[in-house]
């Protein structure tokens, strides 16, 4: 590897910020990263293709449920509201479950072990998808370090169980153990109607939900990726912004949205989380502030906006094998290892 620079080595020395970088995935995100689908070219859906991807055709065709043309959420949440459709929904959640649980990471790096890496263990990733990409792009790092980012599942996850106790919730790979009593993990419930998605009824949900509202509550920077927050979806938006507050409060913050979207639709879609001009829409993550500043995303752009230091572009490398992957994160977390074992000594 390339010797470091003098103001390379002084941004990655660099760990004087506590506060979270909260980024958030909606389907867009697992989309951009996997175009041509898993490693065995099986596709990601998202809502508007989902019945045709995924083969609900025949099942809704026999129950005689017209769905030409319906986005799936509004389809189920329009079900939902009949008690005589609960064992066909049920059959639906099966399916869905089903399908996503088979998707498998590819061999060689991908843009969500790349998302994982580029983010610090203060740091949280809360994600609205069913795909168990991220989990295992996830296992596959923490391989080579523990200091990642926190997971929360904001509509549950085909790639983890969970295990209900008296103060916690312990979540980890779905048909393992719960290390707590030893029993097996449960899987988390993927289905609930837009409308009212009643968050608080669904413990592990619930737990998510919270765990989000407490980083949004504290973050500095904020990244949306691939969410397009559906006017369906209301009662996730009004959730997220009562832990963000009002946004003439957020006036050192930073906003970003990772979207293809324009940059009006995104403004006037998140315009309620947004002061003044503290906000961005690169249209691809590897023109993303966490992508060019990895692991010090918060400190550069604090150095940018406040000390009038911008720093140079530090991105992360399209590397194919793992190992020099490692290599080049590797004077990060060295010193967050220092970092951590001196917190851990005083």
């Known amino acids: 590897m390339k010797e470091l620079s003098r103001t390379e080595k002084e941004e990655i020395e660099d760990l004087k910020f506590k506060r979270p970088h909260v980024v958030i995935l909606g389907a867009g995100a697992s989309l951009a990263a996997f175009p041509n689908g898993d490693r065995n070219e099986k596709i990601l859906p998202v809502m508007d293709n989902l019945i045709e991807v995924v083969g609900l055709e025949p099942l809704l065709k026999n129950a005689r449920i017209e769905h030409q043309g319906k986005n799936f959420e509004v389809l189920y949440s329009l079900l939902s509201k009949d008690p005589e459709n609960a064992a066909v929904l049920e059959t639906i959640e099966k399916h869905i479950f089903e399908y996503f649980s088979q998707l498998l990471l590819p061999d060689e790096p991908t843009l969500y072990d790349h998302l994982i890496l580029s983010l610090r263990k203060k740091d949280c990733i809360a994600t609205f998808n069913w795909d168990p990409l991220l989990v295992q792009a996830y296992v596959r790092v923490s391989g080579y370090t523990r200091l990642l980012p926190h997971l929360c599942f904001l509509h549950g996850n085909t790639g983890i169980g969970y295990c209900l106790h008296p103060n916690k919730v312990y979540w980890w790979l779905r048909d393992h ?37 407490f980083s949004l509550k504290r973050a500095y920077m904020v990244t949306l990726f691939g969410y397009g927050a559906p006017k369906s979806d209301v009662e996730a938006i009004e959730v997220m912004k009562e832990a963000w507050g009002e946004a003439k409060e957020r006036n050192l913050e930073e906003f970003e949205m990772i979207n293809i979207l324009s940059r009006d639709e995104l403004r006037k879609t998140w315009n309620s989380f947004i002061h003044t001009h503290h906000y961005r829409t690169p249209k691809d993550f590897y023109l993303s502030f966490m992508a060019n500043h990895p692991r010090r995303s918060c400190e550069s752009m604090w150095s940018m906006l406040m000390q009038c230091d911008p720093r140079k572009d530090r991105p992360i490398p399209n590397y194919k094998r793992y190992r020099d992957l490692w290599e080049w994160f590797e004077p990060l977390i060295e010193v967050e290892n220092r970092s951590e074992q001196s917190e851990e000594r005083s």
């Open 177 to 213: 153990y719960c290390g707590k009593c030893g029993e097996t993990l449960k899987d988390s419930k993927l289905l609930f109607p837009i409308e009212k998605k009643s968050y608080t009824q669904d413990r592990f949900i619930t737990g998510a939900w919270s765990d989000l509202k």
